[in-house]
């Protein structure tokens, strides 16, 4: 089973760019679906962006043609470029991972996940 370690978070102001990363320890990560998930106070985790074993890609509505998701097996490592960012886009996030071959946005399909790391976007 695989272990995940996020970084990458910081403050950023309205319309700037981070780029988080999550770096996987265990074995076959190339075999596993993965997500980045958010978490703002107050309110409930939810899907970012998914990548199946496939490399099929979905993204929640509110982060299209500004997230980017995508995954390195060599590094075991996920990766999450963000632009244009948005006080709205401030939360927790935190990567997943997944046994099955399918992009999933709910938490409830991911068994493993990573301790988060922090964005906040200020105007």
């Known amino acids: 089973q695989v272990q995940l370690v996020e970084s990458g978070g910081g403050s950023v102001q309205v319309g700037g760019s981070l780029k988080l990363s999550c770096v996987a320890s265990?074995?076959?990560?190339?075999?596993?679906?993965v997500g980045w998930f958010r978490q703002a106070p107050g309110k409930e985790r939810e899907g970012v962006a998914s990548?199946?074993?496939?490399?099929?890609?979905g993204y929640t509505d509110s982060v299209k043609g500004r997230f980017t998701i995508s995954r390195d097996n060599a590094k075991k490592s996920l990766f999450l470029e963000m632009d244009s960012l948005k006080p709205e886009d401030t939360a927790m996030y935190y990567c997943?991972?997944?046994?099955?071959?399918?992009?999933?946005?709910?938490?409830?399909?991911?068994?493993?996940w990573g301790q988060g790391t922090q964005v906040t976007v200020s105007s």
């Open positions: 990548m199946s074993r496939s490399r099929d890609i």
């Open positions: 997943a991972a997944k046994v099955s071959n399918e992009v999933a946005l709910s938490r409830y399909e991911y068994a493993i």
């Open positions: 265990g074995y076959a990560f190339s075999m596993y679906s």
